[in-house]
Nanobody, 121 residues
Framework: QVQLVESGGGLVQPGGSLRLSCVAS????????VTWYRQAPGRQRELVAG???????NYGDSVKGRFTISKDNAKNTVYLQMNSLKPEDTAVYYC???????????????WGQGTRVTVSS
């Protein structure tokens, strides 16, 4: 009943920028911690950025200073602003969110289907 959908991926040149979105929909009481992960062929899944329900953010070492995570609570949306993109940022980016459904007393973890980012000349 609850769904997460990522969007905003595409092909960009090195040094370019891209903004990803993660939109939650359904019978939602609250959205708590949200985390972006990425996975590239031949590489381990990597934590990119996270934001708590209170708005505190954290970043993986490889993206710190270049990426910014933010949210719009009214739109049930979390964003990942990616600047100064490098070829090594190429990956499928996934959103994970802890969400409490209406009438529930606990949070469940939800995953989106991912959005592909390719950084190439």
């Amino acid at each position: 009943q609850v769904q997460l959908v990522e969007s905003g991926g595409g092909l960009v040149q090195p040094g370019g920028s891209l903004r990803l979105s993660c939109v939650a929909s359904g019978s939602i009481f609250s959205i708590n911690a949200v985390t972006w992960y990425r996975q590239a062929p031949g590489r381990q899944r990597e934590l990119v950025a996270g934001i708590t329900g209170g708005g505190t953010s954290n970043y993986g070492d490889s993206v710190k200073g270049r990426f910014t995570i933010s949210k719009d609570n009214a739109k049930n949306t979390v964003y990942l602003q990616m600047n100064s993109l490098k070829p090594e940022d190429t990956a499928v980016y996934y959103c994970n969110a802890m969400i409490r459904r209406l009438g529930s007393t606990y949070d469940n973890a939800y995953w989106g289907q991912g959005t592909r980012v390719t950084v190439s000349s």
